[in-house]
């Protein structure tokens, strides 16, 4: 063989082998995504958004057992069954037990999220909502702090 020719062969292997390592590296790879995160693969073909919704820790119908509500932080009250069919839909009701509004800020996270994000109005529910929000859920008073709670004890 002359020279040239070798060369083009070399050239071929080279091009062939690196070819092999990239394809055996994607396939490890997606090996170990199936493996490990099948949920990613499952997002490249699914083809409606309620699939991956779907996936996401949305609480759909959830039985509102005692420990649940605690476990979210919500509290029994007037309006409670209004807030939990109105306000854990679309996220957790944690959302909710995590903010602190005064009556005004409820309602206007109320209006936010039905000017910007599909909110429902909620017609004569509002009331006993933002009232069972801002009753439950309103803004710590600022100002002098609450005073110890110490189990004073005493000395002998
Ligand atoms: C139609 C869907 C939908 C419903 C129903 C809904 N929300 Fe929301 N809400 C959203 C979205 C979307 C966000 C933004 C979430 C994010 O930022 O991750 C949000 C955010 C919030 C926030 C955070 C606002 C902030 O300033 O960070 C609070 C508090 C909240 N919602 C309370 C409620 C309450 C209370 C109800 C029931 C009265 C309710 N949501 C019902 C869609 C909804």
């Known amino acids: ?4 020719d070798i060369r083009k062969l070399m050239t071929a292997i080279s091009a062939l082998g690196l070819m092999m390592v990239f394809l055996v ?3 490890i790879g997606l090996i170990l995504m199936v493996q ?3 949920e990613i693969l499952a997002g490249w073909f699914a083809n409606s958004k309620e699939e ?3 996936q996401e820790d949305v609480p ?3 039985e509102w057992t005692s ?10 009250g007037e309006g409670l069954q209004l807030v939990l069919a109105n306000c854990t839909n679309c996220h957790s009701a944690k959302l909710v037990t995590q903010n602190r509004f005064t009556r005004e800020g409820w ?3 109320i209006r936010w999220m039905q000017e910007t994000q599909g909110f429902w109005d909620l017609g004569p529910n509002e009331d006993p909502i933002v009232d069972y929000l801002s009753t439950h859920f309103a803004p710590e008073a600022k100002g002098r702090r609450k005073p ?3 189990e004073w004890y005493s000395l002998e």
């Open 67 to 76: 420990e649940k509500l605690e476990e979210v932080g919500l509290v029994e």
């Open 36 to 38: 490990y995160q099948p």
């Open 107 to 109: 309602i206007q996270v």
């Open 25 to 27: 590296i994607s396939a």
């Open 1 to 4: 063989m002359e020279g040239a």
């Open 148 to 150: 110890l709670e110490v």
């Open 60 to 62: 759909v119908d959830v």
């Open 52 to 54: 991956v919704v779907a």
